[in-house]
């Protein structure tokens, strides 16, 4: 597995578009790889992606992938000249883009290992699956899971299937406005950052979900699971 920083050049009109729509987002991330990968590529390549914002207005775009991308072919409008910016060129940021591999420290991970943790996710959840009159099971409709106390519950029912628990009380809880779309069909995408300390209880489990991302949305920018060792 690999984790990739890239330092966007959020001056440049054409990145705050693709940052303000998540499947021009999507496009841009899966320019950086190969594209013999079949129906699915997303997939094949087992790849996540996210925004964060940081202090400073800087934006940063974080993607893992099973496979090493290929971030030369990422657009030169997109990539911050790191020398230009007096605040990072002298600061230990190194290249930009930045690629690792993380497939050692995933590989390393025990029960009863504890870390920060950052997801931003998409809290939705399904209705309107009941199956109908005629027999056939609609695959029904997303709608936002509204309200802090909701959306840790969300987590919760979520973290039960990755294989970790968390202390609701370190919890810091971010909404993310953001919308989306399939062709002419809308996607709901209403989206929470989630923040704070979580404890892994099943290390297989929980090794998957971070290869894999965690809820809806994946392809738009929601699912990337971000950890590092609690002191």
């Not at 909404?175 to 399939?182: F, H, K, P, Q, Y």
């Not at 989630?194 to 209880?201: H, K, M, R």
Request: aromatic share 6%; charged share 25%.
């Amino acid at each position: 597995m690999y984790l990739t920083r890239l330092f966007l050049n959020s001056g440049s009109l054409t990145v705050q578009a693709d940052v303000r729509d998540p499947a021009r987002l999507h496009r841009i991330v899966m320019l950086a790889f190969p594209d013999n990968a079949g129906e699915s590529p997303r997939l094949a390549h087992h790849i996540l992606h996210r925004i964060d914002r940081e202090q400073g207005g800087r934006l940063v775009l974080l993607v893992q992938s099973s496979t090493k991308p290929l971030t030369e072919r990422w657009p030169t409008t997109h990539v911050l000249d790191v020398g230009s910016d007096t605040d990072m060129a002298f600061s230990a940021v190194g290249e930009n883009p930045a690629v690792r591999s993380i497939a050692t420290k995933q590989a390393s991970i025990s029960s009863g290992d504890s870390f920060r943790f950052r997801l931003c996710a998409n809290t939705t959840r399904k209705i309107d699956t009941k199956t109908a009159i005629d027999g056939k099971k609609r695959n029904g409709r997303r709608v936002p899971v509204r309200g802090d106390e909701a959306r840790l519950a969300w987590l919760a029912r979520r973290a039960v299937e990755a294989g970790f628990t968390f202390d609701q009380d370190t919890v810091r809880i971010t909404e993310v406005a953001s919308a989306g779309g399939r062709g002419n069909s809308p996607v709901t995408l209403a989206g929470a950052v989630f923040e704070g300390l979580l404890v892994v209880q099943d290390a297989h489990q929980f090794r998957v979900a971070l290869q894999t991302g965690i809820g809806p949305g994946k392809a738009y920018g929601f699912g990337l699971l971000s950890i590092r060792r609690a002191p």
